[in-house]
């Protein structure tokens, strides 16, 4: 499993369909959730009838709220409130999938995003599964699913710093990967770009659409992106900004833009905490998952001793495509 990939074997090449990726030969099954028996262990156990949401809780300052119990929260699926059937509230491993631009304009911000990318691992719950992947024109897995700190570090350095950028492509083979290949329940991407996309055959009306499936991940999107050049270089920015803040918040992620490289590390710290600080909320839908067609999803969090809070979740899933792709 932690060997490193044939890159020939998982190239997503342009004018492909990014559902083309090939990757090494895994088990795959079911969506699981980790519980902990006697002795620490983590073991699976399939809830195949409930829709599973992560959700981050803040308050008005934007501070995370760790201490909610079941009855502080509400579920809502296109409007109906549904009855939440499971409840949890403690650190469990992710599967992570870490996102990087190696185009051309990426060369000298590689050093420190790589850094950040470490920390964020190590940061991390230590059974955490995490995967590579390099984009520019092209995508490659560079790790597959390992926890092991030195082939990631070295995954990181397969560094060309060249081509466009086919962010969507990259997204959405990275998103199919760990939806087919990911033994944890818990799923989440974190993409780190320094521009606009240029480069995809998936446009961003696509992306969303095909990222709203069951169990899709959480993404983290940081965009370091040139605000301060000419006018052209601006409008680009404002773009991807938009882009990446949809993504981001479609999924119950979270869009950064630092001001310069040295918040990045900073940043990777913030999402592995709030990744370890999620509810996880499963309930059983009132209207049946073989009645298809999008379901939004709102939840909401009240609490004594608190103001208004925000939780961060999915926006919704188109029912039963996520067993129908497998």
């Known amino acids: 499993m932690d060997q490193p990939p044939d890159k020939s074997a998982v190239r997503v090449a342009p004018n492909q369909p990014s559902d083309t990726v090939q990757v090494p030969n895994r088990p795959s099954g079911q969506a699981q959730e980790p519980s902990k028996e006697s002795g620490g262990l983590f073991v699976f156990k399939t809830k195949v009838e409930e829709v599973a949401l992560h959700a981050t809780v803040v308050d008005d300052h934007n501070r995370l709220v760790t201490s909610l119990v079941r009855d502080d929260f509400t579920v809502l699926e ?165 882009a990446l803040e949809e993504i981001a918040e479609d999924t119950g992620g979270v869009a950064f833009f630092p001001k310069d490289l040295s918040e990045v590390d900073n940043i990777s710290r913030q999402i592995a905490h709030d990744i370890r600080s999620q509810y996880t909320l499963g309930y059983k839908p009132s209207t049946p998952r073989t009645s298809g067609g999008y379901r939004t999803i709102r939840v909401a969090a009240h609490a004594k001793g608190y103001g208004k809070l925000q939780v961060r979740t999915r926006s919704g899933y188109y029912a039963g495509e996520e067993r129908a792709a497998k």
Not at 80 to 105: C, M, W, Y
């Open 78 to 242: 296109n409007g109906t409130p549904q009855k939440i059937t499971s409840f949890r509230h403690e650190d469990i491993p992710v599967a992570l999938g870490i996102v990087i631009d190696n185009s051309g304009s990426m060369r000298d911000k590689r050093p420190a995003v790589n850094q950040a990318a470490i920390n964020l691992v190590k940061a991390g719950n230590p059974n955490d599964e995490v995967f590579i992947v390099n984009f520019n024109d092209q995508s490659f897995i560079d790790q597959d699913f390992t926890a092991d700190i030195s082939k990631l570090k070295e995954a990181l350095e397969q560094i060309d710093s060249s081509g466009g950028t086919a962010l969507y492509d990259a997204i959405l083979a990275s998103a199919d990967h760990i939806r087919k290949h990911a033994h944890l329940e818990k799923r989440v991407l974190v993409v780190v770009t320094d521009g606009e996309d240029r480069d995809s055959v998936t446009n961003l009306e696509t992306i969303l659409r095909r990222l709203q499936v069951e169990s899709g991940p959480t993404i983290y999107t940081i965009g370091i992106l040139d605000t301060e050049s000419g006018h052209s270089a601006k409008v680009e920015a404002r773009h991807a900004k938009r």
